[in-house]
């Protein structure tokens, strides 16, 4: 089976306005787009997603006007192919980002499925990883094991030096990449290009919102109360060689982030001519050169995302340069 370029779906910008912390500028320079705003620092690409307490912002739109999440449900096998959806239903499994960290991100965690099944009555948790487009600085759990009276300390004083002296501080480099597991605190750095592959929640425990334009004691514990959100936070340490498995440099090839994300989403890092993808829903980030699916199809020049449908069959991207393909996990 060959590529059909009618079933690729070029994704333009889809950047929810006026998020709680600054930054866009990135992602405008990336896509070779006017900058938007001061505060426009996402891209949610192949979104089946809403934003947490909005019925469609947040949601990719296809060119024939249908939601994805619409299209997905109606033709399952089309989008995501059989195996797939015996193993999980009409579900991407995946939400993949733009992220320009115009400045520092609050210190905050994911909760994982189980918390989200049985506290929220959620499909997933939301682990999450990044690849790189630029350097800076990140934290990344905890140094030391942290009790929960002190946590709730912290976060009752908003004491936002001591939280980010409690986390592990790396330096980042483009190219890496960094697995974030459900639960460990965390937060990005200034100044920081990403692209994020993550599971389809928008689900945040806040545990600093000083000088951010939040109202973290209403909305930052899900709506749970800070005596339940917590629960979901890991509060035992991380030693250095723990991290040492969490960030790296990506390399290159079909399976570039840690082994321990399989399960949540997949991605693939390409260089060079002409790669082929294998059949599958799949989303494709250009990050350099310009490709074209197939002898005929749409242009893909970089700073363009595009969706891959498992009816596309094998795709043969022409050109050189280089380019991420994210995918949800593995049917098996």
Known sequence: MSASTTDVVLLPSNRPPERFYRGGAGIARFRGEPDAGERVPEDWVASTTTLAGEARLGLTTLPDGRTLAAAVAQQPERWLGPEHVAAFGADTR???????AGERLPVHAHPDDAFAARTLGRAHGKAEAWYLLSGGEIHLGLEHELPRAELEALVAAQDTEALLARLHRRRVDAGDVVFVPPGVLHAIGAGILL?????????????????????GARDGHLGLGFDVALDAIELRARSAAEL??????????????????NRYFRLEHRIGPDPVLEPGFAVVVVLRGAFRLGDDGPALPAGSTALVPWSAGPARLVGDGEVLVCRPPAPR
């Not at 995946?94 to 320009?100: E, G, P, Q």
């Open 244 to 261: 040492d498995e969490l960030v790296r440099p990506a390399g290159e090839g079909g399976s570039v982030l840690p082994a321990a994300s």
């Open 94 to 100: 995946l939400l993949v980002k733009l992220l320009d």
């Open 195 to 215: 692209v994020e592959l993550q599971q389809p929640e928008d689900l945040s425990i806040l545990v600093e919102w000083r000088d951010f334009a939040l109202d």
